[in-house]
């Protein structure tokens, strides 16, 4: 019987140890590089993306991955919080409560929820696990940022900036920084465990049309804006593989996804509920991982979304207590993209 109990507990060890989330190995460094507002078919396989296709192709890319929502706000805040908190707009003004704020800007919205988030995010997690983050938005016009758009920067692009926990942390301009710190910290190696990388709204095919925007950022010109879109995903991940992380040890991650597609289809999966219009879904859409010392060639046809993402850093940084629905039924991590 003793025999036979041991027998026993030791078959229980063994499948512990073979769920997906143990499947994902430990990761020094994980990079996101969020895109804007393509769908799968405008990316993969596009003579305007080449350098995103050629980098799926070569290290590996999840065929069927898909957005929350619609529009691209409550996707930024689906990947660091685990859910959009209801957020169904794009209005980013970081509302307090209306009787001490009357000139929110969903104050004509009743039905819809403030964009200030009290609750937990990737942030709060990654410091109690004594990890380091950042939020890298490209045009930035000065640290810590709460500027609803300056130019070419949409603070509604950040995610962490949603969360009173950021927003309330005097050290947050630290941490919610430009591209000329990404460059520095690149170069020196100094770069933390988890990092949001923003392109501004020309540079991460969100496009603008006003009269002086030029082809290649205008959303009338599609085909340019995607090119140059792809070609700072080029540059962007070439500064990665220049730096010393990358040749360290350590695992490294490059992730370039998006917030959303261009059609606002409501195709979702893995957490979505078509009921929910704050989480009913937001398109098929492109995500790619370029790994230092991880796997080459594969297409993973596993259904995934930004929840799943979360999820799978969560597991490489040796948090396993999942943020809301980064925990839900059907949200599996990206093993195959992410395994040694």
Sequence with gaps: MKYLLTLALLALVGVAAVTPDAKVPRYAHILVVMEENKDYGQIV???????????GRTYGYATNFFAESHPSEPNYVALVGGSTYGIRDDDAYYCKPRVARPD?????????????????????????????????????????????QTGTYAVKHTGFMNFASVQNDPHRAQKIVGFDRFAADLRSGNVPNFSLVIPNLCDEMHGMGESDTPDDCNFRHLDKLIWRGDQNVKAIVAQIQASPIWKAPGNVAIVVTFDEDDHYSKAGCCGSDPNDPAN?????????????????????????????????????????????????????????????
């Design 280 to 340: 009913l879904g937001g398109g098929h859409i492109a995500t790619i991982v370029v790994t230092n010392h991880g796997p080459r060639g594969v297409v993973d046809a596993t259904p995934y979304d930004h929840y799943s993402l979360l999820r799978t850093i969560e597991d490489a940084f040796g948090i396993h207590d999942h943020l809301a629905r980064a925990g839900a039924p059907g949200v599996v991590p990206m093993v195959a993209l992410f395994a040694k």
């Design 45 to 55: 396989g596009s003579a305007d993306a080449p350098t995103i296709t050629a980098l």
């Design 104 to 148: 929110c800007s969903n104050a004509d919205k009743p039905n819809y929820p403030d964009h200030t988030i009290y609750g937990p995010s990737l942030a709060t997690q990654l410091e109690a696990a004594g990890l380091s983050w950042k939020n890298y938005n490209e045009s930035i016009p000065k640290p810590g940022s709460t500027d609803i």
